[in-house]
């Protein structure tokens, strides 16, 4: 199997997209998220969410959060020469994420610029799009990432 080439900060150019899924939600992965990480009752079981303002049973945004950075590291990530993240910014929760919902990450390069003290990274804007069923987002923000330079690998 050929190992896939390590990206650096001049491979993204502006406009430049990726796509990534699909990440079948369960019943069962919501629940264990919620029991350790947010403990609302939409997020605890159906029979609970009936009763909240909400009044449906779906998974946590931090949860789909989570969900979009694995595709996105699973897509991208892992194959970047990332040196460290600077932010996470704009993140809206459009629609709420239910038991089967099949989810996909769509990323595109916004913005990209040299660090200004270090000429060996560049910094890149990440647009993010989770979406379900391949055309209806449910989640999108912007993720800065700081990247070595291939001139100084």
């Known amino acids: 199997m050929k190992k896939n080439p390590m990206l650096s900060w001049e491979d993204f150019s502006v406009g430049r997209a990726w796509s990534h899924g699909f990440h079948t939600v369960t019943e069962a992965e919501i629940i264990a998220f919620a029991k350790q990480?947010?403990?609302?009752?939409?997020?605890?079981g159906p029979e609970l969410a009936c009763d909240t303002p909400l009044g449906i049973f779906c998974a946590s945004g931090?949860?789909?959060?989570?969900?979009?950075?694995?595709?996105?590291c699973d897509a991208l990530l892992k194959y970047t020469h990332v040196v460290a993240g600077s932010g996470i910014d704009k993140v809206r929760m459009r629609a709420p994420v239910v038991p089967e919902d099949k989810l996909q990450v769509r990323i595109q390069v916004a913005h990209t610029w040299l660090h200004p003290q270090n000429p060996a990274y560049g910094w890149i804007?990440?647009?993010?799009?989770?979406?379900?069923?391949s055309d209806f987002i449910v989640m999108d923000y912007q993720l800065t990432i700081l990247v070595l330079r291939a001139k100084l690998l």
Do not use: F, G, K, Y
């Open 125 to 133: 804007t990440l647009l993010v799009e989770v979406l379900r069923d």
């Open 37 to 44: 990480h947010d403990p609302l009752a939409m997020h605890l």
């Open 62 to 72: 931090i949860h789909t959060l989570a969900i979009a950075q694995r595709s996105l």
